[in-house]
């Protein structure tokens, strides 16, 4: 099959790059989550809505949030981000006010566009709290980002535009290849007073599971070529993950003797539909039966230690260990470290005229990622939607009518 051709937007060019431009806003873009006990089935439906699931189902996949109050802490996590940005900003001098909008619950995405044009901003830069490439960790916020804007009117009146894909950005890097030197470290001092210094341990970094279908679709894969960019044997999703695990160990000298594996984990959704795997848990036995003594788990795919961090690793993951006598270290996400902060900032420099940093700097051979993503890259399955910050978008960008 041959790849289709790129065409990309007016100040685009042909690896994806826009020119920059002068931002009056920065919108922090995330998934949300609930507040208390009364919030959770309210959120569960906007998570699944369109898929015809019944509160009874919901409920019976709440028990993570009832057991922690129905509060999910992405929230206050985002909130302590959107406040280290705005402080990295401060201390460079840039003038950019920081809006902060969830895709599953308030404050809601299209709330905050129109709050940013009511304060008389016309051209927003999101960053989303997502790092890799697929359907659910960049289109669907795209989409989003491009239903707000025709809900609320506001298309052909306020231009989005994205930063790229964060996955191998340093900021994003440099705070696991900490999180594992110390893990390492602090898994060795507990084999050691245990008496199995000499013990075998294991890497399990670990990601969110997706359909195997999103999996394929995800980045410009064809068949083997890729539409404009590189192609991935395995797609970009998983391809990405690998890439940044093996260079968060490229940057450890204590990782070379100690063997990692690309675990994943919140596999939802209907049994016969075919996810991607090992399962951590799974992983974790297999391990065990393998003799492994010990494991480092490392959450690479995600952001902050929201709620399938706290519960699917925190929880159900080390007592999976702790059943099978096998001694483990989880590693922090990045959080709000000063290194991520200052990176996400670094994002936004990339693409403005004021404060540019022209060099965009990519700890793998798989980056820097587009800042305008290809034309289906990450496909929706369901069907098309308005999206944002992609070569073939109609929404969110400059000279374009309200769509109807």
Known sequence: MTAQAFHPLDGVDDSGRMAPKN?????????????????????????????????????????????????????????????AMEAELASRGIDLPVFWGNRNWAPFIADTLQEAYDAGHRRVLTVTTSAYSCYSSCRQYREDLGMALVETGLDGKLEVDKVRQYFDHPGFVEPFVEGVTDGLAALRRKLADSGEADAPMHILFATHSIPTGDADAAGPRVNGEADGGP??????????????????????????????????????????????????????????????????????????????????????????????????????????????????????????????????????????????????????????????????????????????
């Not at 922090?28 to 959120?43: R, T």
């Not at 065990?288 to 929201?306: M, N, Y």
């Not at 022209?358 to 798989?366: G, H, Q, S």
Request: include cysteine; glycine fraction near 8%; charge should be negative.
């Open 23 to 83: 931002y009056d806003a920065i919108v922090l873009a995330s998934f949300g989550g609930p507040e208390g006990q009364e919030d959770v089935i309210p959120f569960l439906r906007n998570v699944t809505r369109g898929r015809g699931i019944p509160d009874e189902r919901l409920e019976e996949v709440s028990h993570h949030y009832r057991a922690n109050g129905g509060i999910s802490p992405i929230n206050a996590q985002n909130r302590a981000l959107k406040a």
């Open 231 to 404: 192609a991935y044997a395995e797609g970009a999703y998983v391809a990405q993950h690998l890439a940044t695990a093996q260079a968060v160990l490229d940057r450890i000298p204590t990782s070379a003797n100690v063997d990692w594996s690309l675990v994943y984990q919140s596999r939802s959704g209907a049994p016969h539909v075919p996810w991607l795997e090992p399962d951590i848990n799974d992983a974790i036995k297999d391990l065990a039966a393998a003799g492994t003594k010990g494991v480092v788990i490392v959450p690479l795919g995600f952001v902050s230690d929201h709620m399938e961090v706290k519960w699917d690793l925190d929880t159900e993951a080390l007592e999976t260990c702790a059943d099978l006598g096998i001694l483990a270290e989880r590693v922090p996400t990045p959080g709000t470290h000063e290194k991520f902060v200052a990176g996400l900032v670094d994002l936004v420099c990339e693409r403005t005229i004021d404060n540019n940093i022209a060099e965009r700097p990519a700890a793998t051979n798989l980056g820097p990622w587009f800042d305008v993503c290809r034309p289906n890259c990450c496909a929706n399955r369901r069907g098309p939607k308005p999206t944002v910050a992609a070569a073939d978008s109609t929404v969110g960008v400059p000279g374009t009518a309200p769509a109807s």
